[in-house]
């Protein structure tokens, strides 16, 4: 993990809709494909939350994605990149690869 990553914050991320907690390690994140997205990331797969429909393709780079919804309400709250491209595995990454969209969760430290 890259050096720059260890003093972040480390924070809880709960559903907007529902209030449910979905995991205990999220960070705050800039999305590697167009860095005016602001969003939060986890490493460890949450329990609570269930992958929905197809892998598809991101805009900016060649990652395939698929939609994460909330096992609480149902809501999409975010995404988990199944297959990263070499592109975003050769930038500077924390190897989180659940993404929460910052209009989706709240977070709390």
């Keep these: 993990?890259?050096?720059q990553f260890r003093s972040k914050v480390v924070c809880e991320i709960h559903c907007q809709h529902c209030s449910m907690?979905?995991?205990h390690r999220g960070m705050k994140a800039i999305l590697l494909g167009d860095r005016k997205v602001e969003?939060?990331?986890?490493?460890?797969p949450p329990l609570q939350v269930q992958l929905?429909?197809?892998?598809?393709l991101t805009r900016a780079c060649h990652c395939r994605i698929r939609d994460v919804a909330c096992l609480g309400c149902g809501n999409v709250i975010g995404?988990?990149?199944t297959q990263p491209c070499s592109r975003c595995l050769t930038a500077c990454n924390n190897g989180h690869f659940w993404m929460?969209?910052?209009d989706g969760v709240t977070s709390s430290e």
């Design 52 to 56: 929905i429909g197809d892998d598809y």
């Design 21 to 23: 907690t979905l995991c």
């Design 79 to 81: 995404y988990h990149v």
């Design 100 to 102: 929460f969209l910052s």
């Design 1 to 3: 993990i890259h050096p």
């Design 39 to 44: 969003l939060y990331s986890t490493d460890i």
